[in-house]
T-cell receptor
Framework: DGGITQSPKYLFRKEGQNVTLSCEQNLNHDAMYWYRQDPGQGLRLIYY???????QKGDIAEGYSVSREKKESFPLTVTSAQKNPTAFYLCASSIPGEGGTDTQYFGPGTRLTVL | KNQVEQSPQSLIILEGKNCTLQ??????????LRWYKQDTGRGPVSLTI?????NTKSNGRYTATLDADTKQSSLHITASQLSDSASYICVVSDRASGTYKYIFGTGTRLKVLA
């Protein structure tokens, strides 16, 4: 899992509640990402940030929000507007490599369950 | 539409046997292709990465091949071990508008039996 930590590992939420997932990295990477993984589907990009104080929506950003106030941290908030939030959430970071060979390093993931 | 398709969806083999996983993609423009190993309940870990000009790349018992003309890649696992039981994910990057985008396959779930 490299130098990326995610917490908590398991999270339970009641419907209608917002919840924030933590992601911290000590790899000095500029870029950070949030993905959602559902059974039988590939990872889907929620948000990404290429630099501090800047972030962009991914393919499934509705119902989620992020912030990037520090290089090391990229928290994800799952809001009550997200209709189907139960999933495995993965945070990743990367640093540009030569010829586009930047490799993403993933955290251990947070499994969110809505009760 | 950019897509990455993997086959088979799942595979069961005996310990010590070899196996090959397939990845076909329609991503364009192509930048590079990665194979990741993901243990259950964990984050993916990079095994290999190949650019357009590379045909093969090895990482221990894992060997990836790439045919950019047919847009196909394979991951060959030699002398499988119980610890190889995991999902293997193919990821293709394209480069549009100066930024990279990663397209993930759905993975092949490998089970190695003693």
């Amino acid at each position: 899992d490299g130098g990326i930590t995610q917490s908590p590992k398991y999270l339970f939420r009641k419907e209608g509640q917002n919840v924030t997932l933590s992601c911290e990295q000590n790899l000095n990477h500029d870029a950070m990402y949030w993905y959602r993984q559902d059974p039988g589907q590939g990872l889907r990009l929620i948000y990404y940030s290429q630099i501090v104080n800047d972030f962009q929506k991914g393919d499934i950003a509705e119902g989620y929000s992020v912030s990037r106030e520090k290089k090391e941290s990229f928290p994800l908030t799952v809001t009550s507007a997200q209709k189907n939030p139960t999933a495995f959430y993965l945070c990743a970071s990367s640093i540009p490599g030569e010829g586009g060979t930047d490799t993403q390093y993933f955290g251990p993931g947070t499994r969110l369950t809505v009760l | 539409k950019n897509q990455v398709e993997q086959s088979p969806q799942s595979l069961i083999i005996l310990e010590g046997k070899n196996c090959t996983l397939q990845c076909n993609y329609t991503v364009s423009p192509f930048s590079n292709l990665r194979w990741y190993k993901q243990d259950t309940g964990r984050g993916p870990v990079s095994l290999t990465i190949m650019t357009f000009s590379e045909n093969t790349k090895s990482n221990g018992r894992y060997t990836a091949t790439l045919d950019a003309d047919t847009k196909q890649s394979s991951l060959h696992i030699t002398a499988s071990q119980l610890s190889d039981s995991a999902s293997y994910i193919c990821v293709v990057s394209d480069r549009a508008s100066g930024t990279y985008k990663y397209i993930f396959g759905t993975g092949t779930r490998l089970k190695v039996l003693a």
